[in-house]
């Protein structure tokens, strides 16, 4: 699965297909030049069952770390998955 990325100024958002109609995306903002915020995330019917979610999650985990941030998962379905990732605490931002 090829993982998109779409920013524009401080918001943006990680996506599977095509922009204007993804099959799955994971919005986010910036709050500060350090922290991500992820807002929601979404996955279609046709990718159900295929961990896309969670790849979502991992690329903004990936993200983070290349550049020096820590993550804010105020989305439930992405703070269920830093809650199973004990491997991702280096970029989670508790409240």
Request: glycine residues 8%; negative net charge; hydrophobic residues 40%.
């Given at each position: 699965?090829i993982?998109l990325?779409?920013?524009?100024?401080?918001?943006?958002?990680?996506?599977?297909?095509?922009?204007?109609?993804p099959?799955?995306?994971?919005?986010?903002?910036?709050?500060?030049?350090?922290?991500m915020?992820?807002?929601?995330?979404?996955?279609?019917?046709?990718?159900?069952?295929?961990?896309?979610?969670?790849?979502l999650?991992?690329?903004?985990?990936?993200?983070?770390?290349?550049?020096?941030?820590?993550?804010?998962?105020?989305?439930?379905?992405?703070?269920?998955?830093?809650?199973?990732?004990?491997?991702?605490?280096?970029?989670?931002?508790?409240?």
């Amino acid at each position: 699965m090829i993982i998109l990325h779409k920013q524009n100024g401080p918001n943006g958002f990680f996506y599977i297909g095509e922009e204007a109609e993804p099959l799955a995306q994971m919005t986010y903002h910036f709050s500060g030049e350090h922290l991500m915020v992820i807002e929601h995330t979404e996955v279609s019917d046709a990718l159900r069952g295929q961990n896309a979610g969670y790849q979502l999650v991992h690329t903004a985990v990936e993200y983070a770390r290349a550049n020096n941030m820590k993550i804010l998962p105020l989305c439930p379905f992405a703070a269920a998955v830093f809650k199973k990732k004990p491997e991702y605490g280096d970029v989670w931002k508790k409240e």
